[in-house]
């Protein structure tokens, strides 16, 4: 904690402060607060609409125990504006006002106090008369607004009240919502409040069925083909601007919008109600679930989370349900525990880091709040440990090291490497809760104890080293939807598999797709189907296309490299051409396994991923009847001729993917590859892990743990207490020992590690 502070403490000046008048006040002093219970209220003074006088308020203490009246300011510390393909410029145009060291000056109790542009911004427009026409009269005009209302420069004082903001919000009359200044710029707030309206009002089974699709471009005769009235284009993207404002990614808001009992919206002088904006969401989402697609997603950048605009609104809606329901177990929303706040939550951000912890605490239950400090000079990495070892000892599980995230993308340390680094975009599990790669399934939870460790960065638990990665696979570039463009050294990797495959007795090819997919559907169930392997050889059919379209605009260019196609049939005819050079027509399909599965991988290195060299390794792989999921040369150049489906359609010089008819094995697949690769290992497995895996890592299994890890061992550490010390590098997906067969090898027991 931090030390004891001065009763009184100054908050501080700093930025250009001159652009209002202050007359020459001392700065604001904060003096403690009484009781645990006591909180501090403003009273706004009208504004007479002058902006050349300074904004005044006044702060009152007050004790929740009396039940005072107010309203509750629920806002973004920084930036409010939508930040996202059309909306960026925009964006970074306004930043400059919005940045920490940007302080507007106003007046509290006779006294000088400064505060960011987007709160006085509120609070000028909540100062304007007729403001409140739609608030509750009951509120007594108190606000109760986070910044000015807690001394942040008091650390005791800040934790102190994070622990009471469920009374805080809970008691008050109605939260305001408070979304940022009007656009008028690239879209208009007007026109997006206008098309809120016209979508909630639509009758939804109407919406649903219709052929309307949201977030698009669209004639009026579509909408009135089903007796709807018209969205337009810019409305849709007046609606995304909103829903991409930083207020809907802010972790803050969810204890702030579930616990408050009424919500009102505002954006510049625009207000709507909670409930309509909620009714245009469910709106939404019933057409989408009918379409099969999340076109909201257009408007999401290419390095975030593709999470549909539409979805916080809808799971801020559904934990509300949940709160105030007389019967919550009967809802199909999961409960309030650590684990799923922490991972139901993960996509909302917060300025401070471990407010990603703490920014939930009025949402836990009672137990769990009361015996944890909230302690802002803890650093990071040790409270998401702290919050880490409270999941997994709550849970009786592992389940949350299944999030942790590759060393590439994490913010903080990468030790402890058993921490998720909750501030990072979320990264999809690979593993349900139907694996069980240590075999413990039948083990019941109240039977996972973890050792105890001796450090508050060391996890220790039971496990086993079960194999060794002896080769992995390329390494990705970062070009957006580069998980759709053709990966040579999937076939290099799979050619190194036995055929049959180790138990399950499946071909190669299938043991390539079902390891891409995590041998799972879109929803997580589990083996995928077999209409699975026919989609996968339809996607790499269509991979190869674009990968020749590539080639040949590289080879109009000056100088290209030697190896680059000018075109599909030139490459076909080299494929051909080195398979008769190299001798291969001539060999029996044993004979050509044998030449092509050892390791170093067949036409490995970097220069041989040219598409006639990947078209001749798919060629080996059919030759070597490895399964019919892969396209053999010919089906390949009738599917150039007559393509089945066409993944990437031309339009100038934009090139937008395109799902094909049945997406069921491209969205799995899209889930679970993301960040990762694959690996091949010591006894013959293949495997999908993080990005970050390289040769002689090794594969554990833990108790309690649905799927197996990739872990690097930490030499500069050895071995202490008898206890072998590793690193995690992630969660992976082998294809053979998901279900426990690893138990069955040849020296397996489980026994005590320490995770650094």
């Known amino acids: 904690m931090a030390p004891p502070t001065d009763p009184k403490t100054h908050l501080p000046d700093s930025g250009n402060n001159d652009e209002l008048p202050i007359p020459n006040a001392e700065a604001y002093l904060y003096s403690s607060l009484p009781t645990s219970t006591s909180i501090r209220l403003l009273s706004l003074l009208p504004n007479k609409q002058n902006k050349n006088e300074p904004l005044q308020i006044s702060l009152d203490t007050v004790d929740l125990c009396d039940h005072p009246a107010y309203r509750a300011l629920s806002y973004s510390w920084g930036n409010p504006h939508a930040n996202g393909v059309d909306f960026t410029a925009y964006f970074n145009s306004v930043a400059d ?27 000028r427009q909540l100062s304007t008369p007729n403001s409140d026409d739609d608030d509750d009269g009951d509120a007594g005009g108190y606000l109760w ?41 690239i879209v208009s707030t007007e026109d997006a409040f206008r098309a809120i309206s016209r979508i909630a009002a639509f009758p939804r089974d109407t919406f649903a069925q219709s052929n309307i699709i949201p977030f698009r471009r669209q004639e009026p005769s579509v909408y009135a083909e089903c007796g709807l009235p018209y ?86 809606a559904r934990w509300r349900e949940y709160w105030h329901s007389p019967n919550p177990r009967e809802l199909p929303t999961r409960p309030f525990t650590l684990e799923t706040l922490v991972q139901d939550t993960w996509t909302f951000q917060a300025t401070d880091p471990r407010d990603k912890i703490y920014g939930l605490f009025g949402l836990m239950d009672a137990p769990t709040r009361n015996t944890w400090v909230v302690d802002y000079d803890m650093p990071v990495e040790e409270a998401y440990a702290f919050a880490t070892m409270r999941v997994i000892h709550h849970s009786k599980s592992l389940t949350i090291l299944s999030c942790i995230q590759d060393a590439s993308i994490r913010k903080v340390a990468t030790r402890p490497s058993w921490v998720p680094d909750f501030g990072v975009p979320y990264v999809n599990m690979l593993c349900n809760s139907h694996f069980s790669a240590a075999g413990d399934q039948e083990l019941g939870k109240e039977q996972l104890a973890l050792p105890p460790s001796p450090r508050w960065d060391r996890l220790r638990l039971h496990g086993a080293m079960v194999d060794e990665v002896v080769e992995v ?18 076939f290099e990797m799979t050619m190194l598999l036995p055929q049959p495959y180790h138990d399950t007795g499946h071909d190669r090819a299938e043991v390539l ?27 790499i059919c269509a991979m190869v296309v674009v990968r020749a379209e590539g080639e040949a605009e590289n080879a109009t260019k000056t100088n290209p490299p030697p190896d680059c196609a000018p075109s599909f049939a030139e490459a076909m005819m080299r494929a051909r051409k080195m398979w008769d050079d190299l001798g291969l027509e001539d060999l029996s399909p044993e004979e050509l396994r044998e030449k092509t599965s050892a390791l170093p991988r067949f036409l490995g290195r970097p220069e041989f991923g040219w598409l006639s060299f990947t078209l001749l390794k798919m060629h080996i792989l059919t030759r070597t009847r490895s399964g019919a999921a892969i396209p ?110 690893a138990a069955r090898m040849d020296g397996f027991a489980l026994k005590e590690l320490e995770i650094l």
């Open 97 to 123: 006002e919005y940045s920490p060291s940007h302080r507007i000056p106003i007046i509290c109790d006779g006294k000088r106090l400064h505060i960011q542009q987007n709160l006085f911004d509120a609070l």
């Open 145 to 185: 607004v986070d910044a000015l209302c807690i001394n942040q420069q008091d650390h005791d004082e800040r934790a102190a009240q994070v622990k009471i903001m469920d009374q805080v919000y809970s008691k008050t009359a109605c939260a305001v919502i408070w979304l940022g200044r009007a656009d008028a710029q």
């Open 231 to 316: 969205v337009s284009w810019m409305e849709w993207c007046a609606l995304a601007a909103l829903l991409k404002r930083q207020w809907f990614s802010r972790l803050w808001i969810v204890q702030e919008t579930i616990l408050s009992p009424r919500l009102v919206i505002m954006c510049g002088h625009h207000r709507i109600a909670w409930d309509t904006l909620l009714a245009a969401a469910q709106n939404i989402d019933a057409r989408c679930t009918v379409l099969g697609a999340r076109p909201s997603t257009l408007f999401i950048q290419h390095d975030q989370a593709a999470v549909p605009l539409e979805n916080n609104v809808l799971q801020l």
């Open 473 to 490: 696979a390329n390494d990705r570039n970062n070009y957006p939807n580069s998980m759709m463009l053709l990966e040579s050294s999937w």
């Open 513 to 539: 797709w079902r390891t891409l997919c995590a041998d799972q559907d879109a929803v997580g169930k589990s083996p995928a189907p077999e209409t699975f392997g026919p989609l996968f050889r339809e996607l």
């Open 632 to 741: 053999d040369l010919d089906c390949l150049e009738e599917f150039e001729r007559n393509p089945a489906y066409v993944m990437r359609v031309i339009h100038g010089g934009e090139r937008n993917l395109v799902y094909p008819k049945d997406a069921a094995f491209m969205k799995s697949y899209q889930l679970r590859y993301g960040m990762r690769k694959l690996f091949s290992t010591k006894k013959g497995y293949l495997g999908l892990g993080p990005s970050s895996t390289k040769i002689g890592d090794v594969v554990c299994v833990f108790r309690g743990a649905s799927g197996p890890f990739v872990c690097r061992p930490a030499e500069d550490e050895g071995v202490q207490d008898g206890v072998g010390g590793f690193e995690v590098v992630g969660e992976s997906y082998v294809h053979g020992i998901m279900h426990g067969e």
